[in-house]
């Protein structure tokens, strides 16, 4: 049960091949020729057997060919019955090649393959192919070279076009699979198998869309914390929503929601075919770097200044040497060499000299990464310059890119580097966007570790208040909150607003604004207006009774006029804002098709279209998330001292983004929102406008399956009595927990190690530490039994101490009704109640997550654990597949 369920399709021992007969060609497909010469071209280290459905014999016969793998290239007609063949001699997996099947038949296919338990990779895609294994079970040419990248692609042309690119530059894969339209194995079941595949070191995707947002995440998270994944996405547009009634609805397109998710689940995001191998190329390696700040080493400084010009361009920083570094690199450097900002080394430059020169920009703590760029000069020679940086390299614990100038002088040394694994190209801007990549990694990677909670910190807000504002304006069948009803919802979650009052007469509107003193504002209240500035319906820094009674009777016209079918509940009064130095900022929800509700920050006010600024995160946030929202805004460079100002209330600033994250999570009905503007200062922040628009969402919405990516489910923290005294706490693991987990496996007894992990490991694998404490709480729970220990010193001083004693975990089966399990307990708190407590707890969450049965492996030679097993009411059978395991199973 240890192996992946995709096991048997990428990783066969037997492959039954159904392509018509390999003797007859003429009986064959195009299709089932390319297939039969792809597979025979080389010898595959399993076993091959070619079957022909028009089979005459009888299904007794049938019975003694066994395979873990079908694959089928036959006509439309044919291709049902041959997966029928294939599940009756057992394939736990089939590859359906054929192409020209409708999604009517290919929904047939699938049912076929759901009834047999066969995991099926088409129809209508060219196949995969694994060199390893010299398998090249598809139609998309010849057996690449292995290599650590793997390849998943939903374009057949372009997975040739890759192979054939990747042929003449030495580009090699371990894995290269091509999705069709219609498949049932999807881009997310590969990507969590490629997570795991040893052979894969990181993974080049290239997407034109997804189905399922949520399992899409999961699987690019668990597999982007394991190895670097680099996607290449089609279809990329700027249109907005086309249902927009917000601000933030109009200005949000979806390929800016997909930059979000990405970011979010610490993948790298590239532009082109050619930036898709480079960035892979660099991530691949051994360095994983800290920051942006790139420093540049030259021989020419025409070069380096594009470079450095480049860097700017796409947000990097250029890493400069302090004075006294420069003066200790100075005397290894010919007379020549400048190192104010680029360590420009001159045209005399040797060899030694580039050498001198990295490592010390190396040594630099303000340096992440170097550029080496090397110009062809008379007198110089490229290979003495490539073999000393290939030398140099092994010691480096950062990144070292190069570009090599020119083409045909340099071709011998760009070999030195490729065969070093350093990365090399031929332009500035090439090199610079690569080392992006890898800064951009880095980044990301912060943002995947990240798992928040629905509900911050902060003070609890009406949440139940909330809904019944909600529920109440959809029994009235409305869709759009009046301004009003939107500010009551921001005020149930904390967030400030102004004051305002809905004024029915104009008679109303003297007399509320008499009272809450001039100047004050008025804006047209109506269900039917989106933006009241399009129709006169906002009047600002109105004085005086005379002025209030002017402005609300040209307003009532002016609508009345440019939007007559528009209902009107009167108009709102409100006092101007008094922040005279704040920016206005808005912050604003929108919902994407299929990643569900995005936030959204920028700069705000009536010009939001034309400053066209945003930055977008799925939620939920916590505040290392906001800052790093806010940071990627525009506007983020006016909310420091600008311009006489002082800086803003940052705090104040974070936690609106954290409210409105509360209301996203907990308000699933949220279909847009618009605050714009939102004004901030030195002394806070309070939203001055607000419009929000609401549906109907499904009960299922109540356990957050709305969102992408699931909070942290902080819900399940429960303190339990510890048999003999004391407490414990259970909760769900989380990427802070590594530290202790390490420490509390490394504690266990070899019995208990083996019993847990069949191995005589001492302690967990950085992959597998990572991959057991940054886990999708979708697919999958750990719960942790967390021991606090109070200490007194020999001075008197208490001390106290968390240990994790205890873990019990579960991942969702490929079928998403069962789970397997695993549990262990420190030594030194077996008998005290710890292992039942944390079983029953973790069947609680798979039983709410609507799994029906949970199982698990033990140990024959374990007496202690199927103890325990039997006490809470589990089946124990023998394991077919492993007589040293029992296999121990219950009905949730």
Same mark, same amino acid.
């Given at each position: 049960?240890?192996?992946?369920?995709?096991?048997?399709?990428?990783?066969?021992?037997?492959?039954?091949?159904?392509?018509?007969?390999?003797?007859?060609?003429?009986?064959?497909?195009?299709?089932? *020729?390319?297939?039969?010469?792809?597979?025979?071209?080389?010898?595959?280290?399993?076993?091959?057997?070619?079957?022909?459905?028009?089979?005459?014999?009888?299904?007794?016969?049938?019975?003694?060919?066994?395979?873990?793998?079908?694959?089928?290239?036959?006509?439309?007609?044919?291709?049902?019955?041959?997966?029928?063949?294939?599940?009756?001699?057992?394939?736990?997996?089939?590859?359906?090649?054929?192409?020209?099947?409708?999604?009517?038949?290919?929904?047939?296919?699938?049912?076929?393959?759901?009834?047999?338990?066969?995991?099926?990779?088409?129809?209508?895609?060219?196949?995969?192919?694994?060199?390893?294994?010299?398998?090249?079970?598809?139609?998309?040419?010849?057996?690449?070279?292995?290599?650590?990248?793997?390849?998943?692609?939903?374009?057949?042309?372009?997975?040739?076009?890759?192979?054939?690119?990747?042929?003449?530059?030495?580009?090699?894969?371990?894995?290269? @699979?091509?999705?069709?339209?219609? !498949?049932?194995?999807?881009?997310?079941?590969?990507?969590?198998?490629?997570?795991?595949?040893? *052979?894969?070191?990181?993974?080049? %995707?290239?997407?034109?869309?997804?189905?399922?947002?949520?399992?899409?995440?999961?699987?690019?998270?668990?597999?982007?914390?394991?190895?670097?994944?680099?996607?290449?996405?089609?279809?990329?547009?700027?249109?907005?929503?086309?249902?927009?009634?917000?601000?933030?609805?109009?200005?949000?397109?979806?390929?800016?929601? +997909?930059?979000?998710?990405?970011?979010?689940?610490?993948?790298?995001?590239?532009?082109? +075919?050619?930036?898709? +191998?480079?960035?892979?190329?660099?991530?691949?390696?051994?360095?994983?770097?800290?920051?942006?700040?790139?420093?540049?080493?030259?021989?020419?400084?025409?070069?380096?200044?594009?470079?450095?010009?480049?860097?700017?361009?796409?947000?990097?920083?250029?890493?400069?040497?302090?004075?006294?570094?420069?003066?200790?690199?100075?005397?290894?450097?010919?007379?020549?060499?400048?190192?104010?900002?680029? /360590?420009?080394?001159?045209?005399?430059?040797?060899?030694?000299?580039?050498?001198?020169? @990295?490592?010390?920009? @190396?040594?630099?703590?303000?340096?992440?990464?170097?550029?080496?760029?090397?110009?062809?000069?008379?007198?110089?020679?490229?290979?003495?310059?490539?073999?000393?940086?290939?030398?140099?390299?092994?010691?480096?614990?950062?990144?070292?890119?190069?570009?090599?100038?020119?083409?045909?002088?340099?071709?011998?040394?760009?070999?030195?580097?490729?065969?070093?694994?350093?990365?090399?190209?031929?332009?500035?801007?090439?090199?610079?966007?690569?080392?992006?990549?890898?800064?951009?990694?880095?980044?990301?990677?912060?943002?995947? *570790?990240?798992?928040?909670?629905?509900?911050?910190?902060?003070?609890?807000?009406?949440?139940?208040?909330?809904?019944?504002?909600?529920?109440?304006?959809?029994?009235?069948?409305?869709?759009?909150?009046?301004?009003?009803?939107?500010?009551?919802?921001?005020?149930?979650?904390?967030?400030?607003?102004?004051?305002?009052?809905?004024?029915? !007469?104009?008679?109303?509107?003297?007399?509320?604004?008499?009272?809450?003193?001039?100047?004050?504002?008025?804006?047209?209240?109506?269900?039917?207006?989106?933006?009241?500035?399009?129709?006169?319906?906002?009047?600002?820094?109105?004085?005086?009774? %005379?002025?209030?009674?002017?402005?609300?009777?040209?307003?009532?016209?002016?609508?009345?006029?440019?939007?007559?079918?528009?209902? /009107?509940?009167?108009?709102?009064?409100?006092?101007?804002?008094?922040?005279?130095?704040?920016?206005?900022?808005?912050?604003?929800?929108?919902?994407?098709?299929?990643?569900?509700?995005?936030?959204?920050?920028?700069?705000?006010?009536?010009?939001?279209?034309?400053?066209?600024?945003?930055?977008?995160?799925?939620?939920?946030?916590?505040?290392?998330?906001?800052?790093?929202?806010?940071?990627?805004?525009?506007?983020?460079? !006016?909310?420091?001292?600008?311009?006489?100002?002082?800086? %803003?209330?940052?705090?104040?600033?974070?936690?609106?983004?954290?409210?409105?994250?509360?209301?996203?999570?907990?308000?699933?009905?949220?279909?847009?929102?618009?605050?714009?503007?939102?004004?901030?200062?030195?002394?806070?922040?309070?939203?001055?406008?607000?419009?929000?628009?609401?549906?109907?969402?499904?009960?299922?919405?109540?356990?957050?399956?709305?969102?992408?990516?699931?909070?942290?489910?902080?819900?399940?923290?429960?303190?339990?009595?510890?048999?003999?005294?004391?407490?414990?706490?259970?909760?769900?693991?989380?990427?802070?927990?590594?530290?202790?987990? *390490?420490?509390? @496996?490394?504690?266990?007894?070899?019995?208990?190690?083996?019993?847990?992990?069949?191995?005589?490991?001492?302690?967990?694998?950085? !992959?597998?530490?990572?991959?057991?404490?940054?886990?999708?709480?979708?697919?999958?729970?750990?719960?942790?039994?967390?021991?606090?220990?109070?200490?007194?010193?020999?001075?008197?001083?208490?001390?106290?101490?968390?240990?994790?004693?205890?873990?019990?975990?579960?991942?969702?089966?490929?079928?998403?009704?069962?789970?397997?399990?695993?549990?262990?307990?420190?030594?030194?708190?077996?008998?005290?109640?710890?292992?039942?407590?944390?079983?029953?707890?973790?069947?609680? +969450?798979?039983?709410?997550?609507?799994?029906?049965?949970?199982?698990?492996?033990?140990?024959?030679?374990?007496?202690?654990?199927?103890?325990?097993?039997?006490?809470?009411?589990?089946?124990?059978?023998?394991?077919?597949?492993?007589?040293?395991?029992?296999?121990?199973?219950?009905?949730?």
């Amino acid at each position: 049960m240890d192996k992946h369920f995709l096991t048997p399709l990428f990783s066969p021992r037997s492959i039954a091949v159904f392509a018509g007969k390999p003797d007859d060609p003429a009986a064959q497909t195009a299709q089932a *020729q390319a297939l039969h010469h792809a597979l025979v071209a080389q010898r595959f280290t399993g076993t091959l057997v070619f079957l022909d459905i028009h089979y005459s014999g009888t299904l007794a016969d049938l019975a003694h060919t066994q395979a873990d793998l079908a694959i089928i290239a036959l006509p439309v007609a044919e291709v049902a019955a041959a997966l029928e063949i294939a599940g009756r001699i057992k394939c736990r997996a089939a590859l359906v090649i054929s192409s020209g099947i409708d999604a009517t038949l290919a929904a047939d296919l699938h049912k076929i393959a759901r009834r047999d338990g066969i995991h099926l990779l088409g129809p209508n895609c060219l196949g995969f192919q694994r060199p390893h294994l010299n398998l090249n079970a598809s139609v998309a040419g010849a057996l690449c070279a292995p290599g650590p990248l793997a390849l998943v692609s939903q374009s057949g042309a372009l997975t040739s076009s890759i192979l054939d690119w990747a042929q003449k530059n030495a580009v090699g894969f371990s894995t290269v @699979v091509s999705l069709g339209p219609n !498949t049932a194995v999807d881009m997310a079941q590969v990507l969590d198998f490629l997570a795991a595949d040893a *052979q894969t070191h990181s993974i080049v %995707v290239y997407l034109e869309g997804i189905s399922n947002a949520r399992r899409f995440m999961s699987a690019l998270r668990a597999a982007a914390n394991a190895k670097p994944v680099v996607v290449l996405k089609a279809g990329r547009k700027s249109a907005g929503n086309r249902a927009a009634l917000t601000h933030s609805g109009s200005i949000v397109g979806s390929d800016d929601v +997909f930059d979000a998710a990405l970011r979010r689940a610490g993948a790298v995001r590239v532009r082109s +075919f050619v930036q898709l +191998f480079s960035a892979a190329k660099c991530l691949a390696s051994r360095y994983r770097p800290v920051g942006r700040r790139l420093a540049i080493v030259t021989n020419g400084g025409g070069p380096g200044v594009l470079a450095a010009d480049w860097v700017s361009e796409i947000n990097l920083q250029l890493a400069s040497l302090t004075p006294g570094q420069a003066q200790a690199l100075q005397p290894q450097l010919p007379p020549l060499a400048s190192l104010c900002d680029l /360590i420009d080394v001159s045209e005399e430059a040797g060899p030694e000299h580039f050498k001198a020169a @990295v490592e010390a920009a @190396v040594k630099a703590p303000q340096v992440d990464g170097v550029l080496a760029i090397y110009s062809p000069k008379i007198g110089t020679n490229s290979v003495t310059v490539a073999s000393a940086l290939a030398d140099l390299n092994k010691q480096l614990g950062k990144p070292l890119l190069t570009c090599l100038m020119g083409d045909a002088s340099v071709g011998e040394a760009r070999l030195i580097l490729n065969a070093a694994a350093i990365p090399t190209f031929r332009t500035p801007e090439a090199a610079v966007g690569a080392f992006g990549n890898i800064a951009s990694f880095y980044q990301n990677q912060q943002l995947l *570790q990240q798992t928040p909670p629905p509900l911050s910190d902060l003070a609890k807000p009406d949440v139940e208040g909330a809904r019944m504002l909600i529920e109440s304006v959809l029994a009235e069948r409305r869709k759009v909150l009046t301004e009003m009803e939107s500010k009551a919802l921001l005020a149930a979650f904390h967030i400030p607003v102004t004051k305002t009052i809905l004024a029915r !007469t104009v008679t109303e509107a003297i007399m509320i604004a008499t009272q809450l003193g001039f100047p004050v504002a008025l804006k047209i209240d109506s269900p039917d207006i989106s933006h009241k500035s399009d129709v006169q319906g906002v009047a600002l820094n109105v004085q005086g009774a %005379v002025g209030v009674r002017d402005a609300y009777l040209e307003m009532m016209q002016a609508v009345a006029r440019l939007q007559p079918g528009a209902r /009107i509940n009167g108009v709102t009064i409100q006092n101007m804002a008094s922040k005279k130095r704040g920016r206005e900022i808005y912050i604003g929800l929108v919902t994407d098709e299929p990643f569900g509700p995005v936030i959204a920050f920028g700069a705000g006010g009536t010009m939001i279209e034309l400053m066209n600024d945003r930055a977008m995160e799925l939620p939920p946030l916590n505040q290392f998330l906001a800052r790093s929202l806010i940071d990627r805004s525009r506007v983020a460079e !006016t909310l420091g001292e600008w311009r006489g100002a002082a800086a %803003v209330n940052m705090e104040a600033l974070e936690q609106v983004l954290l409210r409105v994250s509360e209301m996203v999570c907990e308000l699933p009905q949220l279909r847009e929102m618009d605050n714009n503007p939102i004004i901030v200062d030195e002394s806070g922040a309070g939203a001055v406008d607000a419009r929000i628009v609401i549906d109907t969402a499904p009960p299922s919405a109540r356990h957050y399956n709305h969102l992408a990516i699931l909070p942290y489910p902080s819900q399940h923290e429960q303190v339990w009595p510890l048999q003999g005294g004391g407490e414990y706490t259970v909760r769900p693991v989380h990427p802070d927990d590594a530290t202790m987990l *390490q420490e509390f @496996v490394r504690n266990l007894s070899p019995e208990s190690r083996y019993f847990r992990f069949v191995s005589s490991m001492q302690e967990l694998p950085a !992959t597998m530490l990572s991959r057991f404490t940054l886990i999708d709480y979708d697919r999958e729970m750990a719960l942790v039994a967390v021991y606090r220990e109070r200490r007194v010193g020999a001075d008197g001083a208490a001390t106290e101490s968390a240990r994790i004693v205890g873990v019990s975990r579960y991942i969702t089966n490929p079928d998403r009704a069962s789970c397997e399990f695993s549990l262990v307990v420190a030594d030194d708190f077996k008998g005290r109640g710890l292992g039942s407590r944390l079983m029953l707890s973790i069947m609680d +969450f798979a039983r709410e997550k609507g799994l029906t049965e949970i199982e698990g492996l033990v140990l024959a030679n374990n007496p202690t654990m199927l103890k325990l097993m039997r006490g809470l009411g589990f089946t124990v059978k023998r394991f077919d597949e492993d007589a040293d395991f029992k296999l121990v199973t219950h009905q949730l």
